[in-house]
């Protein structure tokens, strides 16, 4: 019981920092005796898998699309006092780990913190990422990239995470976690991946489908509290299995599916060539599903 206490204080902490966290305003920065504004580009080897993990413990973090086929390039502002930053790049395996630390997690002085990162992807770069961020504001743009591999792991904060133009590969594994929070992940058709593992914690949740999915893609939607917007592909036939936690799960199906035992079909599974498999475990909360 003690521990999960420490744990609720933590994260209750975390949710803190999150909402002390100024905006960015990233053209209008200036580097001060108090501020330092970096500006860092590591050139990668595009003929080979290319890693990235991001390390942070909070702040406002933005990734997207550079304009380079080869370079990676990070812009970071933040607060010298509360903030520190390590880069480790290992040119011959391919693989950049980027760390954002936040010194005195549970200090009550926030007055002037400002942390802000953000990362420029190389456009040609076969795209391997593992991002874990404790606290923050995310914003991630990942359309047009070539992201074999991707997975998130959020504690607290807001996610706004699209796809809005298909992976230029096939995806493996697409995981992505929060715990507290506001979470909206659209476009994910366009991640075009295998097998997804999407995890949501307390807080609201909208998981759009929509996009260029593959062939027989499967995905997990695993939910604990907290209301929940599911949007099935246009693209493909769903083939969908809903569990619910006893009477504390409402679950809305407002479009016409055809039930099969424990199953529902929408009416093109199985005629269209592309067909989606997604089982959602339902926590304490609303869950609707929508095929716009």
């Not at 007055?111 to 040609?124: C, N, S, V």
């Not at 959020?154 to 506001?182: H, Y």
């Not at 609201?204 to 604990?224: K, R, S």
């Amino acid at each position: 019981m003690q521990n999960a206490k420490s744990r609720l204080h933590s994260l209750l902490a975390l949710a803190l920092t999150v909402a002390l966290v100024a905006p960015a305003l990233w053209a209008q920065r200036e580097e001060s005796r108090d501020h330092e504004k970096l500006d860092k580009t590591f050139k990668v080897n595009t003929e080979r898998d290319f890693r990235l993990r991001l390390e942070v413990d909070a702040g406002q973090v933005r990734v997207l699309p550079g304009a380079s086929e080869d370079q990676l390039t990070v812009h970071l502002f933040y607060t010298k006092k509360q903030f520190r930053h390590d880069f480790r790049f290992n040119e011959q395996e391919n693989r950049l780990e980027i760390r954002f630390d936040k010194d005195g997690w549970f200090d009550h002085d926030h007055h002037g913190l400002d942390a802000e990162l953000e990362i420029e992807l190389p456009r040609d770069a076969k795209l391997r990422a593992d991002c874990n961020i404790k606290a923050g504001e995310i914003d991630m743009q990942l359309g047009g990239l070539r992201i074999v591999d991707f997975a998130m792991r959020v504690m607290a904060g807001e996610v706004n995470l699209d796809f809005n133009q298909p992976n230029r590969v096939e995806m493996e594994s697409l995981v992505l976690n929060t715990k507290i929070g506001e979470s909206k992940f659209r476009h994910l058709g366009n991640a075009r991946f295998r097998s997804a593992d999407i995890n949501g914690g307390i807080g609201e949740m909208t998981i759009d489908f929509n996009g260029a999915m593959l062939a027989d893609a499967v995905a997990e939607v695993d939910l604990d509290i907290g209301e929940t917007v599911v949007a099935l592909p246009q693209e493909a036939g769903t083939k969908l299995s809903v569990s619910k936690f006893l009477f504390l799960s409402q679950i809305d199906l407002p479009f016409a599916v055809r039930k099969d035992g424990r199953y529902y079909y929408t009416d093109d599974y199985g005629t269209g060539g592309k067909d989606f498999q997604l089982r959602i475990s339902s926590g304490i909360g609303e869950l609707r599903i929508e095929r716009p």
